[in-house]
Antibody, heavy 115, light 106 residues
Framework: QVQLVQSGAEVKKPGASVKVSCKASGYTFTSYDINWVRQATGQGLEWMGWMNPNSGNTGYAQKFQGRVTMTRNTSISTAYMELSSLRSEDTAVYYC????????WGQGTLVTVSS | DIQMTQSPSSLSASVGDRVTITCRASQGIRNDLGWYQQKPGKAPKRLIY???SLQSGVPSRFSGSGSGTEFTLTISSLQPEDFATYYC????????FGGGTKVEIK
């Protein structure tokens, strides 16, 4: 079936970077954009950016410009989201979601930023 | 950026009730709007896309309507499994979510 499987939970110190992976299966990876969304505990959904797996083109929310990088490895149908200069406010669950209408979603990756 | 104002932020309802959730866009977005359901500890699930198209497998008690700046998600007869948080998502420009509506048991 069509699914996205994300990498496991991460604990990082302030100032560090984190790289989350999102492996697609059940469809042609290069056919649909990958979006990244995050959700702090008890808060709403926040769109971070998108990547076209075919071209590698990206678009980032202004809030994350300069701190986020989205890449992919088409040979293993995997997308990556790297967030740098982490601060405590970046503690959240990070999701990938496929396609224009965000379906399916990965299971989420908890990133905890703590000294 | 297009802002999405979702209301109410929470509501209490009983099984069998009709529930309506609204999203208003700060500018016209045609029908570039989706609705998502999220249960605690789980990823969101798509219910509606293009404002009124029902995702395959989603019960027909869910419906979406609207165009331009005002959109609604209606649950015609609330079921126990529908207690969750609902989000709208606009995709006319860079995507953006509404603030969410938590549907709780009365």
């Amino acid at each position: 079936q069509v699914q996205l499987v994300q990498s496991g939970a991460e604990v990082k110190k302030p100032g560090a970077s984190v790289k989350v992976s999102c492996k697609a299966s059940g469809y042609t990876f290069t056919s649909y954009d990958i979006n990244w969304v995050r959700q702090a505990t008890g808060q709403g959904l926040e769109w971070m950016g998108w990547m076209n797996p075919n071209s590698g083109n990206t678009g980032y929310a202004q809030k994350f410009q300069g701190r986020v990088t989205m890449t992919r490895n088409t040979s293993i149908s995997t997308a990556y989201m790297e967030l740098s200069s982490l601060r405590s406010e970046d503690t959240a669950v990070y999701y990938c979601a496929s396609g224009y209408w965000f379906d399916p979603w990965g299971q989420g990756t908890l990133v905890t930023v703590s000294s | 950026d297009i802002q999405m104002t979702q209301s109410p932020s929470s509501l209490s309802a009983s099984v069998g009730d009709r529930v309506t959730i609204t999203c208003r866009a700060s500018q016209g977005i045609r029908n570039d709007l989706g609705w998502y359901q999220q249960k605690p500890g789980k990823a969101p699930k798509r219910l509606i896309y293009a404002a009124s198209s029902l995702q395959s497998g989603v019960p027909s008690r869910f419906s979406g309507s609207g165009s331009g700046t005002e959109f609604t998600l209606t649950i015609s007869s609330l079921q126990p499994e529908d207690f969750a948080t609902y989000y709208c998502l606009q995709h006319n420009s860079y995507p953006g979510f509404g603030g969410g509506t938590k549907v709780e048991i009365k």
